[in-house]
């Protein structure tokens, strides 16, 4: 097997230590110049030197660079033997998101991070910002500096990343987190979406609401978004309420957000919406699968003269963190941190070498805000 990139970073450095070359308070070569030298990304060369921090033969002070420690340097056999114990014990994780936000992600990967550290390991982080190229950068890129073990939030997509395959194929340890992706074998830990959207449907059914939307991103092969959409259908099931297809309203208004592209096709999807709106007015009540979607749903009713919760009551997925007051939407919020600590371990489980495949579904809690009322 070839030697790890870093790893010939870190012998290099270490080399210099034990010879003496770099003394006691000597600056180091930076992340940068590390990555120059060897022809590398920057990634590389900061586990080289994160490694070697680790080891406390340097010390990284921020926005002065990486110093040799005391007593850094030693040839003794017994020092060696266990700087290569330590070097086994530490393992690194790859966390593959697509980008993160206070209503979803923040919480999620800051938890994911303790738990790694807690149990000894160094994180990377790398974003794919719903690129599926990008994806794929971010997956070599990890693997070229060595990392025991991937998380990964896959890009929405009809198709799934080969990459993705290849490493489940190879029993690579790897944990998919927020979704999953059918018929592959891979193992993941996200919320238990259909009975959560079921619960918020239902809600607004005990308020009153017997005409009950839902508006939901277009289906790109999503579990989340079938998952979501499997659970207000089945709501009316339960209630025994007739179900009407037509009341389901599609959007990619929010892609035009998230890549600020408000231009003719976002005025476009707004107007959809407002017809929407107009063409049926028994509605009273609006699942909306994501926060955005709420977000740009409530703007829209504005515009036409109406009001939430007046005119309509909203329930949606996620939200904000509020430090006061009540929240803006009546939400699912899903447990970040359960979910990190699933994967965490899960993951950690893999990497000594247990291979089964799970999916794990983690509970949520619908929090109550000023986007619903009693009919």
Known sequence: MNKPLYREIYESILNKINEGEWKYGDKIPSEKELADQFNVS????????????????????????????????SNSSVTLEANSQLR???FTVGLIISDF????????????????????????????????????????????????????????????????????LRKFPLVLIDRYLRGIQASAVLTDNIRASTVATNYLFSLGHREVAYITPPDDGTTVLADRLTGYQQAFHQQQYPYNPEIILTSSVTDYLVFKEQGAAFEEEL??????????????GFVSCRYSLAIVLQHVIHTIGKEVPKD???????SPKMNIGPFPFTHILQDE?????????????????????EKELVQFELIEGLSTREV
């Open 88 to 90: 086994k014990d530490i």
């Open 337 to 357: 941190v359960g979910i990190a600590k699933k994967t965490v371990l899960l993951l950690h489980e893999k990497m000594k070498g247990k291979n089964h495949t």
């Open 101 to 168: 936000s206070e209503s979803f992600g923040v919480t999620l990967v800051k938890q994911i991070e303790k738990e790694i550290t807690k149990l000894g390991g160094l994180l990377y982080l790398k974003l794919s910002l719903e690129n599926v190229v990008e994806e794929e950068k971010a997956i070599e890129e990890l693997l070229d500096i060595g990392v025991d073990g991937l998380i990964i939030l896959p890009v929405h997509g009809e198709h799934y990343n080969m990459k993705i395959l290849e490493l489940v």
């Open 271 to 284: 107007k959809k919406i407002q017809q929407f709106l107009l063409e049926n007015p028994t509605i009273t």
């Open 312 to 318: 309509y009551s909203v329930v949606c997925f996620d």
């Open 42 to 73: 920057r990634i590389t060369s900061k586990k080289a030197l994160d490694l070697l921090s680790q080891e406390k033969r340097i010390k990284r002070i921020q926005g002065k660079g990486s110093f040799v420690t005391k007593g850094a340097a």
